[in-house]
């Protein structure tokens, strides 16, 4: 493959990434990176889930949804919490679901209301990818501008060894 071919290449993969970002946020859909075992072993740590938004209403036992717990239990940095629907409570005018991790002995110890909650119900896991975004923006700019950095050092290796081997009195 020519280095035009191969720049061009890359370019492409570095467009279509930035395009799936862009419509995945437009979309309404939450990429949630899972910090800790407690939903193993649906979404182990490091996994990302993608969640779609899903009304109060329609929430049913057994769905696994992204919510921010109510205080005092809220997690620092603001990430939601991801666990399965234990059970449903309360009545039409003040709904509330008991949540539970897979893996924990017990139900959380809060109940989430479900009036006019930012809800997100799962529909895909993806193992490992979770501990980049974990670490927020500037964790996935500092790779990305790594993997940017790694590409153009090959390239301009390759670049050097093909001038050698082009030039028999150089080596």
């Known amino acids: 493959m020519s280095p035009r071919v191969r720049g061009a290449a890359v370019t492409l993969a570095q467009l279509a990434v930035v395009a799936v970002v862009v419509v995945v946020h437009l979309s309404g859909l939450r990429l949630v990176p899972v910090l800790t075992g407690s ?4 979404a182990p740590a490091g ?7 899903v009304a109060g209403e329609d929430v049913a036992v057994g769905d696994v949804v992204a919510f921010r717990p109510p205080a005092p239990f809220e997690v620092s940095g603001g ?12 009545d039409a005018a003040a709904p509330a679901m008991t949540t539970k991790g897979d ?6 110890p ?3 209301s479900l009036r006019g909650a930012q809800l997100g119900r799962a529909v895909v896991v993806v193992p490992w990818v979770g501990r980049v975004l974990a670490g927020g923006a500037g964790a996935v700019l500092a790779l ?3 993997g940017a950095l790694l590409l153009g050092g090959l390239r301009a290796l390759r670049r050097q060894q093909r001038e050698l081997r082009s030039c028999p009195a150089c080596a």
Not at 103 to 108: G, I, K, R, V
């Open 110 to 112: 809060w109940q989430v």
């Open 39 to 42: 939903m193993t072993p649906y």
């Open 144 to 146: 990305v501008a790594g």
């Open 79 to 90: 990430h939601p919490i991801l666990h399965r629907v234990a059970g449903l409570t309360g």
């Open 103 to 108: 893996a924990n002995p017990t139900a959380d």
């Open 47 to 53: 996994s990302l889930v993608v969640t779609v938004p």
